[in-house]
């Protein structure tokens, strides 16, 4: 890379830094203008968390610029940057918003039904496609879609179930109640559309399961809860096999969790093995997955029954944890993640107190009194803002498709599988289970747990199938585990659980220990259909595996002026509002420049998720404790909880200082792995 490109990407960094200074410095000025009602009944107030905010952004933005200025190596790299000094990459993202915009200036005179038409055929010509009759008949064929999703949502309807008093047999009985709500016609062939929609949209080049599930969101909206859920759960799972076709065919993983696929999957699908990659994949997900729900059926009670006995200081010190955990530990740049944490927590402050009924950044704009929905938040992350980022790259050279076979394995295979499924599994649900566990390090361990145990050491790195089978079981498994926190607890540990909580909370029904006595049959109807998604996904997509290879071959210009079309519409859809498409295009350009500049995303869904109920236990405590700060820590729960907290946030640093000189070692994951090949 030459200097000048260099200095430019180094202006840019720091215009970040300069940016989320002038974040930092609206949610302080704006915080400062709120009244100040501190009573005993509310000792912490409006202002504290936005001041609280403001200073992490503040903060952060001094860190980047300083370390920008100083040549910082460590955290100036951080995700794949587009090439500034190329205009073409602005000559496909320039014209994209502005289909986007003439789509919000139309919507309140012709109404969605012609300005989401008008969206796909300019986005389509925006991305590229110069067949204009073509292009404007397929965009046509959109109208169906617009008119299903924009009707009517039904009322939720609540229901509860006793307890039973046997903690095993409560779980079987409850286990077979929702086996016989999921087993009805209807709702199995709401689970069979689920999968197959999840398998589609999740074996498009890029997308990854927390995409998929918060695209195709919005398409159970004209479901009852009960059958909404049972068609997520197919979703879900279909998003995840999916992810694993992507990054076996395409060596293209949709999110961290799948790189470790990539490594050995991509190398046996270029030695003629793909069928078997896939194959071993597959299996290994039914059987992982299939563990892994039997054990949240198990678990998720118990944890139930702790988290009933927990206070608002353990529950504050809780989820203080999981996004510190999150953010510090699993992304590669601490700097970045907390960067990424602190602008969700701002957004997350955006509505009217709960207290004292205060506006917080809103700007006078009404609308905006009541928040921003987490449904248009993770689209326009998630979706437009990949969208976005795809544009920026089409320049490059396309993606090279392997074929596929019909997936099989032989005797040796079945041989060399088994075993790293079940050791696959064993990783995954425990890490996915724990309030800051998430996928990607029970990935890893699985393959270099497989490396030391084979008995083909040297296929590793050319195309290992234990290296596929360890890492997909293991990713199923935790995706599983990743439930039990987020309905027993209500704490999404990775983006898609962050979705799927989006879900619950659309509906009205809010995950944690109240969830399994006030939504009883509905929860448990949804860990059945896990089981049954699980088994209709190896049954349907064994055979179906060269179909979805194809989907690969779908022109991009298609793909992703659908994906922009499908995510207008869901967010459409949330309130019939065109603000929400002002909201969805500002945090979309948001989720671009995020990519851009490597800030994760997670952290930003958590922060906004997971910030005012943090706000809310903090004022709890202090009210309980009549403002007196030492009652954070009046829990011994909350107490061992800080520890971990402090350990997570000084360990880094500590290792550092002990071992300085510590001598490099070879690498247990090859060069580039799992990286999606954009060079020209």
């Not at 590229?128 to 879609?145: C, E, F, K, M, N």
Request: proline residues 7%; aromatic residues 8%; contains cysteine.
């Amino acid at each position: 890379m030459s200097t000048a490109v260099k200095g430019l990407m180094g202006r840019a960094e720091l215009g970040v830094s300069l940016l989320l200074g002038a974040a930092g410095v609206l949610v302080f000025l704006d915080a400062n203008g709120l009244a100040t009602p501190y009573s005993k009944s509310d000792p912490v107030g409006p202002k504290t968390v936005p001041f609280i905010v403001a200073g992490l952004l503040l903060v952060c933005a001094v860190l980047l610029a300083i370390n920008v200025l100083r040549g910082g190596k460590g955290e100036a790299e951080g995700g794949e940057d587009v090439d500034l000094a190329h205009p073409a990459d602005w000559k496909t993202v320039l014209p994209l918003a502005g289909a986007f915009i003439l789509n919000i200036l139309l919507i309140d005179w012709a109404g969605w039904v012609i300005s989401g038409t008008l969206l796909f055929w300019g986005s389509v010509l925006a991305l590229g496609s110069r067949r204009y009759v073509r292009d404007g008949l397929i965009a046509l064929s959109t109208l169906p879609a617009d008119l299903l999703r924009l009707l009517p949502r039904p009322g939720h309807r609540t229901a509860c179930r006793a307890s039973g008093r046997n903690p095993l047999m409560d779980v079987l009985s409850s286990l077979m109640d929702g086996f016989a709500t999921a087993l009805t016609p209807m709702n199995l062939l709401y689970a069979m559309i689920g999968v197959l929609l999840g398998t589609a949209v999740g074996v498009l080049p890029g997308l990854g399961p927390a995409m998929t599930v918060a695209l195709l969101l919005p398409v159970t909206y004209a479901l009852e809860p009960t059958s909404a859920f049972i068609m997520f759960a197919g979703i879900y799972y279909g998003g995840m096999y999916g992810g694993s076709t992507t990054s076996i065919l395409l060596n293209t993983p949709g999110e961290s969790s799948s790189v470790v696929t990539a490594i050995e999957g991509n190398k046996m699908a270029k030695a003629g093995r793909a069928a078997q990659a896939l194959a071993t994949a597959a299996i290994g997900s039914f059987v992982a997955g299939t563990i892994g729900t039997a054990l949240l059926a198990v678990f998720a009670p118990i944890v139930v029954k702790f988290a009933v006995s927990l206070g608002a200081p353990s529950y504050f010190a809780i989820m203080v944890l999981a996004l510190l955990a999150v953010t510090a530990v699993l992304g590669s740049s601490r700097l970045r993640g907390f960067a990424s944490l602190a602008l969700g927590l701002a957004i997350g402050l955006v509505g009217i107190d709960s207290v004292t009924g205060q506006r917080r950044l809103t700007f006078g704009q009404p609308l905006l009194a009541d928040g921003l929905d987490i449904v248009v938040v993770a689209v326009a992350i998630f979706a437009v803002g990949e969208a976005l980022w795809v544009a920026a790259h089409l320049r490059r050279s396309p993606l090279h498709i392997i074929p596929v076979g019909r997936p099989w394995m032989g005797k040796k295979d079945w041989s060399r599988s088994w075993k790293p499924w079940l050791r696959g599994t064993a990783f995954g649900f425990p890490f996915g289970a724990l309030p800051a566990g998430g996928a990607e390090i029970p990935t890893f361990l699985s393959y270099v747990t497989e490396k030391r145990l084979s008995k083909h050491p040297e296929e590793f790195g050319k195309g290992a199938i234990e290296g596929v089978a360890g890492p997909e079981a293991a990713n199923n498994a935790a995706a599983a585990g990743t439930l039990t926190p987020m309905l027993a607890l209500g704490l999404p540990t990775n983006a898609t659980a962050a979705v799927m909580l989006a879900a619950f909370t659309t509906y009205g029904i809010q995950p944690g220990p109240q969830l399994f006595a006030s939504q009883g049959p509905l929860v448990w109807a949804l860990i059945a259909s896990l089981f049954i998604g699980n088994l209709l996904l190896l049954l349907i997509n064994l055979p179906l595996a060269p179909l979805w290879a194809k989907l690969l071959q779908l022109p991009r210009p298609y793909l992703y002026a659908g994906i922009l079309f499908f995510a207008t519409l869901g967010a459409y859809s949330v309130n019939l509002q065109a603000f929400d498409l002002v909201i969805l295009l500002v945090l979309g350009a948001l989720g671009f420049m995020m990519r851009r500049f490597g800030l994760p995303v997670l952290p930003l869904i958590l922060g906004v998720i997971l910030g005012p109920r943090i706000e809310g236990q903090l004022r709890k405590t202090l009210q309980l404790s009549a403002g007196d700060p030492a009652g954070l820590f009046s829990e011994p729960i909350a107490i061992v909880v800080y520890i971990i907290v402090a350990i997570v946030l000084v360990w880094p640093f500590a290792y550092k200082l002990i071992r300085p000189n510590r001598p490099a070692k070879d690498p247990l994951l090859p060069a580039n792995s799992g990286a999606a090949d954009y060079s020209d």
